[in-house]
């Protein structure tokens, strides 16, 4: 099998949102604003619940026309390190989607405790608090960088990742959990694309390139929506769900956003990977393949294995990986320019 997900495809087994409260938490972010105007324009959900901690973005959010008029929207002010306050915004909410994080390599890096916090902890009680008032189904956002991780944030996804999949043995099977592991956003704030074009606008003379060996995953927005909201209706729970997405050279990246400016490589930062990788090879083991995604899926759980199989999944070699570098799925520079242009339209 060898395609890649398609955002275009709408999957039969996507969950009919039309009546059902759904939560997203982080949601005044990149992906929690585009998923909220995916439900708005596709459902009539009975609640939609921005749940963040920041009172500025939450107003900015209601003042955008994208999200006025909808009497099914919800603003909850709240931190995933609340339990109390998490379990109070997920009363009668049947979906949650948890994208809050601190993201940021460096910043996890310098801030430690307060990453373990937010991403660790923060898991926990998204996990207690929806085991409280009996949701039903939870896909929690993760990260490349979860796999092998070598920086603070990867770990603290990973251990995240580990706390989503063994809430299906905590719940006793009503919430269940899931986890969608994906690389680079294209079009989100977080990318490095932002970053590229504030120097061209800046009339900086040369674009620093860490390593021009790097390599990364990359997705839009939109698939990430899409992909989503597919696991969301075709998880049994316990999986990690890998889109199969491209891969890019960032001397590519770099070279679609400022193909005027010459690239200066200053070397990798503290925490950065030079490739990074979604299913590594002792996870392969325990993983199926799907034609659109990988389904990494726990190695003591032989019928949820069995199921799959029975879906025309398939087993996957032995030694795989599934890393940037080694990808079959590549994007040139106009395939790029390409990917943001429909990305941001």
């Known amino acids: 099998m060898t395609s890649s997900f398609d955002p275009d495809y709408l999957d039969e087994n996507a969950p009919d949102l039309n009546g059902m409260s759904v939560m997203i938490t982080g949601g005044t972010g990149s992906f929690g604003q585009a998923f909220i105007r995916t439900v708005l324009t596709r459902y009539k959900p009975r609640k939609l619940i921005v749940f ?107 251990a995240a990742d580990k706390i989503f999949v063994a809430g299906n043995n905590l719940s006793g099977g009503r919430p269940t959990y899931a986890v969608v592991r994906y690389g680079n956003v294209a079009g989100s704030r977080g990318s490095v694309v932002p970053f590229f074009r504030r120097l061209v606008d800046t009339g900086a003379t040369e674009v620093p390139i860490t390593d021009d060996r ?40 770099a070279g679609a956003i400022a193909p005027e400016l010459p690239q200066v490589t200053v070397g990798i930062r503290p925490g950065e990977k030079l490739h990074e990788i979604m299913v590594t090879e002792d996870d392969a083991r325990s993983t199926v393949e799907l034609p659109d995604r990988y389904v990494i899926l726990p190695s003591d759980n ?44």
């Not at 929506?225 to 049994?236: A, I, R, T």
């Not at 030694?319 to 990917?339: C, E, I, K, V």
Request: with cysteine.
């Open 52 to 158: 963040s901690r920041d009172e500025l973005k939450q107003y900015e959010m209601q003042q955008n026309p994208d999200f006025q008029g909808h009497e099914c929207m919800r603003y909850f002010i709240g931190d995933v390190r609340d339990v109390d306050r998490l379990e109070m915004a997920m009363r009668d909410v049947d979906y949650v989607i948890h994208a809050a994080a601190l993201k940021h390599v460096p910043a996890a890096e310098y801030n430690p405790f307060e990453c373990i916090r937010t991403n660790v902890h923060g898991a926990e009680n998204v996990v207690t608090a929806s085991i409280r008032t009996n949701v039903k189904r939870i896909v929690a956002l993760s990260t490349d960088k979860a796999a092998n991780p070598v920086n603070l944030y990867g770990a603290s996804k990973l």
């Open 214 to 253: 790097m390599t990364r995953f990359w997705i839009t927005i939109t698939q990430g929506v899409e992909f989503v909201l597919s696991c969301l209706g075709n998880m049994e729970g316990g999986e990690v769900f890998v889109p199969k997405i491209p891969s890019m050279k960032v001397t590519d990246v």
């Open 302 to 345: 032989t019928a949820l294995r069995e199921r799959y199989i029975a879906r025309n999944a398939t087993a996957l070699e032995e030694g795989f990986s599934y890393a940037s570098n080694t990808n079959s799925h590549w994007l040139d520079q106009q395939g790029f320019r390409d990917m943001l242009a429909k990305a941001e339209a």
